[in-house]
């Protein structure tokens, strides 16, 4: 795991390098309520924590759990760790004869930024396990850039509270600038077999629901929130299917906006109304391996309207997509095999650099309801990392690390569709044996 702490040091470097870099963000404040900074900000929090779970599962953990022939134990894990600065504009008032304060205005709008720190995880024994994993989300104005990018990676998994319930008094704590955390965890049983997997998991704030035919590459997943009343994540459709071209995939998937009450300026609480959720539905066309290298995805919206919402393409390395677990022994022997027979060391026959490149555009609806416009932006990014294959006796266990850094990713701005001009960085570590 030496890759995965020498990366993740480096994260912590980039974080600490900024502490102090900005001062005059550490004089006291009080975030201002019932704006549109504000509630967009509470709202960044509470969305990225409802749909990075299963984000997280339909990217690295459920196209891989299938149960391989033979084998009685398989896990497939993967850890998220991310940071996004800037995700909103929030209105403040500075104490203004406080240390840091003396060259700021009484009024400023300040920098919102929240870190991700997704968990999930699959134990199969045979033909049966458990899916079970967690979630903390972190998000603040108090405190430099670095500062807060750094307290979101070295707090990921606050095990002390797994539930978030926020009461009057922790609200008025956000709006005098404290930061904010939003943790839960989820459980539940798994049955993959030869042609068809299930899960499903219960969490305190959702239910979440995953069905698949490997053999076919269809799958579908489906997240509910608590009460079952709102579909909160909807993804369906075709699954990596091999073809002459690579390998093409084609789904559907949804995502429901929460949109945030009027509240009290007292007490912060809500207000008498509390609106709908809203839907954004999309579309989506990906083809992954042109020719071993190259990468190319379209998406549109449907709902709330018609328009793009992604169009990418990218170069990276070859093998830098991870094939499923039932493939990866034969796939594996081969690559030993060839070693051998040209003199190479089999090895590191099974380590992979892994580097991608990828550019486009990314678009999102217009969204009233976050005083936020239609917008179709420049969309880039880069991945570096390391995956190796374990020992001899687990030729077919896999551990990957990646380092990304992307720019108005269509992802984040579909869970944060008021964000503009978003950076956000995260190191993924993902092991499948």
Request: aromatic share 8%; proline share 6%.
């Amino acid at each position: 795991m030496r890759p995965a702490l020498a990366a993740f040091a480096l994260v912590a470097l980039w974080s600490a390098s900024a502490l102090g870099a900005d001062p005059e963000k550490k004089c006291e404040h009080r975030v201002i309520a019932n704006t549109t900074g504000y509630r967009n900000a509470r709202i960044a929090v509470a969305q990225t924590q409802l749909h990075a779970p299963s984000l997280l599962a339909d990217r690295q953990i459920f196209p891989y759990f299938v149960n391989v022939p033979g084998g009685d134990l398989n896990v497939t894990m993967a850890m998220d760790m991310g940071f996004v600065p800037n995700v909103a504009r929030v209105p403040t008032l500075n104490e203004t004869d406080g240390p840091g304060c003396e060259d700021l205005p009484t009024y400023s709008l300040r920098d919102y930024d929240i870190a991700v720190n997704n968990f999930a995880l699959t134990v199969l024994f045979e033909w049966i396990g458990l899916f079970a994993g967690m979630v903390t989300t972190f998000g603040g104005t108090a405190g430099a850039p670095g500062e807060r990018g750094l307290a979101g990676f070295i707090t990921p998994f606050a095990f002390q509270r797994f539930i978030a319930s926020p009461d009057a008094t922790e609200r008025v704590s956000e709006r005098s600038g404290s930061r904010a955390k939003e943790s839960t965890f989820f459980l539940g049983p798994a049955v993959a077999l030869r042609y068809f997997s299930l899960r499903a998991a219960w969490a305190p704030t959702m239910l979440m629901v995953s069905t698949a035919s490997p053999e076919l590459h269809l799958s579908a997943s489906a997240t509910w929130s608590q009460d079952l009343e709102t579909l909160s994540y909807l993804r369906a459709g075709l699954d990596q299917l091999p073809t002459p071209a690579g390998r093409t995939s084609a789904y559907v998937r949804q995502l429901t906006w929460q949109v945030s009450p009027r509240t009290f300026l007292d007490t912060g609480a809500p207000g008498d109304e509390v609106p709908k959720a809203a839907r954004f539905m999309t579309v989506h066309a990906e083809q992954l391996d042109l020719l071993g290298l190259l990468d190319a995805g379209v998406a549109v919206s449907m709902t709330p309207g018609v328009a793009l919402h992604q169009a990418t393409a990218g170069v990276h390395t070859l093998r830098f997509h991870p094939i499923p677990l039932s493939q990866r022994a034969e796939a594996l022997r081969a690559r030993v095999g060839e070693a051998k027979e040209s003199g190479g060391d089999p090895d590191l026959a099974g380590t992979d650099f892994r580097g991608r490149l990828w550019g486009g555009v990314a678009g999102v609806p217009a969204a009233p309801y976050y005083d936020s416009e239609a917008a179709v932006v420049p969309s880039a990014g880069a991945d570096v990392g390391v995956s190796f294959h374990l020992g001899d006796k687990s030729r077919n266990s896999r551990v990957t690390q990646v380092l990304s850094l992307r720019w108005n990713e269509a992802e984040t701005l579909a869970q944060i569709p008021f964000a503009r001009n978003v950076w956000a960085v995260s190191m993924n570590i993902g092991l499948e044996m």
